[in-house]
């Protein structure tokens, strides 16, 4: 599975988007971006996940870049509880996570 | 309702002994994952199984054992060969199948003196 290459923090205000930067330049073209968050002491939440297209869901919208090897997950309007690390991966389709590397995330804090 | 369940939240124990954390899914899920978190850093994976049965090292198993007896089930054995057995455990679970997400459980604190 593909590396992946966060920033180790960002600030947010709230209520203004977050834009979370992930690069993924050796992704492979059957390769999966996820997004998952961490907020202190529990299990991580599963985000949004894209191939290609942008995706957009409840949560969060993924920008996915035309050559694949970068991405942007968007929270359109950032709250207190959205603070959390926040991990992008990659991973191949119709095989376990288990083998993906989560890497140190990023920590997003939203200062009100 | 589904969901994937560890227990317990905290454990501690003496140096030197074993410690089985328990790990249990009711999703039907195929693959379950036990990964290891240390304060500020990411997630490791220690083991993994895609099925009953079986199961595969993971980044770090060293000091660690598992067993997949049951698909619902899938505990982690921390032994007295692991150095630094001071850690946030994970279990994770996946369905088989394309495009799918991964299911955490809350996690074990686990505190070795």
């Known amino acids: 599975d593909a590396k992946t290459t966060q920033p180790t923090s960002m600030d947010c205000a709230e209520g203004r988007a977050a834009n979370l930067p992930c690069n993924h330049s050796?992704?492979?073209?059957?390769?999966?971006v996820y997004w998952y968050r961490q907020i202190h002491s529990q299990g991580p939440q599963y985000i949004i996940h894209?191939?290609?297209n942008n995706e957009t869901n409840e949560m969060a919208s993924l920008i996915i870049t035309e050559d694949r090897k970068s991405s942007t997950l968007i929270l359109p309007h950032a709250t207190l509880r959205d603070t959390a690390v926040y991990y992008c991966?990659?991973?191949?389709?119709?095989?376990?996570?288990?083998?993906?590397?989560f890497g140190d995330g990023t920590t997003l804090t939203v200062k009100p | 309702d589904g969901g994937i369940t560890q227990s317990p939240k905290y454990l501690f124990r003496k140096e030197g002994q074993n410690v089985t954390l328990s790990c249990e899914q009711n999703?039907?899920?195929?693959?379950m994952y036990w990964y290891r978190q240390d304060p500020g850093q990411g997630l490791r994976l220690i083991y993994y199984?895609?099925?009953?049965?079986?199961?595969q090292k993971g980044d770090i198993a060293e000091g660690y054992s598992v067993s997949r007896e049951k698909k619902e089930s899938f505990p982690l054995t921390v032994t007295s060969a692991q150095k630094n057995p001071t850690a946030f455990y994970l279990c994770?679970?996946?369905?088989?199948?394309?495009?799918?997400?991964?299911?955490f459980g809350q996690g074990t604190r686990l505190t070795v003196v």
């Open positions: 991966i990659v991973r191949v389709a119709n095989t376990n996570a288990g083998k993906s590397t």
């Open positions: 050796t992704i492979s073209g059957n390769e999966y």
């Open positions: 894209g191939l290609k």
């Open positions: 999703l039907n899920h195929d693959a």
């Open positions: 199984s895609q099925i009953v049965n079986d199961f």
């Open positions: 994770a679970s996946l369905r088989g199948g394309s495009n799918t997400e991964a299911f």
